[in-house]
């Protein structure tokens, strides 16, 4: 079973809009965080990542929110563009194997229009 | 990213052959990873190797098998190809003294009719 789960799996928004991408995990053992981002034809490259020990992490657009009560992160694209259209993993890893073990979520295909 | 080639880009075979799908790397990068990706699954994990001596299953290693000839390369074979091994196969490297970031090839298509 999906031990990280995404939502939605696609999303249409805007030029200037926010996207809003979110993540669930089950396992507490999680303790990195990260998002990668995939063209069409290429593969997927890190975007931003979080650790548990914060609650918000932003670079330049892109924003993690990270709740662990609620074992839930998403991300936040502000001021969307359409070079941004794009699918994006969320994904998890414990410092058992030092992150190296991922477990990716769904995915969501991204659309911005114009 | 050119520093982690995969070959071929694409390949279509038959049910029950045998297939074996490369990954080179110029990084030094230790850590090594095969991933096949399916529409709504995301990625899934199928084998890691931590060096050459140090190889691991991830979630879905049946029908799989791998070799760590060297540093730089880490092959993927499928010993006789099903349909459902249809997908979008991708590797990746990391270097866990520097970050957890992981550096995916281009991929390689796979279908097996």
């Known amino acids: 079973q999906q031990q990280v789960k995404q939502s939605p799996q696609s999303l249409i928004v805007q030029k200037g809009g926010i996207s809003i991408i979110n993540c669930a995990y089950e396992?507490?053992?999680?303790?990195?965080f990260p998002w990668y981002q995939q063209f069409p034809g290429k593969g997927p490259a890190l975007l931003i990542a979080?650790?548990?020990?914060?609650s918000e992490k932003k670079e330049g657009r892109f924003t993690i929110s990270f709740n662990k009560s609620a074992k839930q992160f998403s991300l936040h694209i502000m001021d969307s563009q359409p070079g941004d259209s794009a699918t994006y993993f969320c994904?998890?890893?414990?410092?058992?194997?030092?992150?190296?073990?991922?477990?990716f979520g769904e995915g969501t295909q991204l659309t911005v229009n114009p | 990213d050119a520093d982690v080639t995969q070959t071929p880009r694409n390949r279509i075979t038959k049910t029950g052959k045998r297939i074996m799908l490369e990954c080179s790397q110029t990084?030094?990068?230790?850590?090594m990873y095969w991933y096949r990706q399916d529409p709504g699954l995301g990625l899934r994990l199928i084998y890691y190797?931590?060096?050459?001596?140090?190889?691991n299953k991830g979630e879905i290693s049946d029908g799989y098998s791998v070799s760590r000839q060297a540093q730089a390369k880490f092959s993927l074979s499928l010993e006789s190809a099903i349909p459902n091994q249809t997908a979008l196969y991708f590797c990746?490297?990391?270097?866990?003294?520097?970050?957890?970031?992981?550096?995916f090839g281009p991929g390689t298509r796979l279908t097996v009719l």
């Open positions: 994904a998890a890893s414990s410092g058992e194997t030092s992150g190296s073990r991922l477990t």
């Open positions: 979080i650790r548990p020990d914060v």
């Open positions: 396992n507490t053992a999680f303790d990195y």
């Open positions: 990084k030094g990068h230790d850590r």
């Open positions: 990746a490297t990391s270097d866990y003294r520097v970050s957890n970031e992981q550096f």
């Open positions: 190797s931590f060096d050459v001596k140090d190889i």
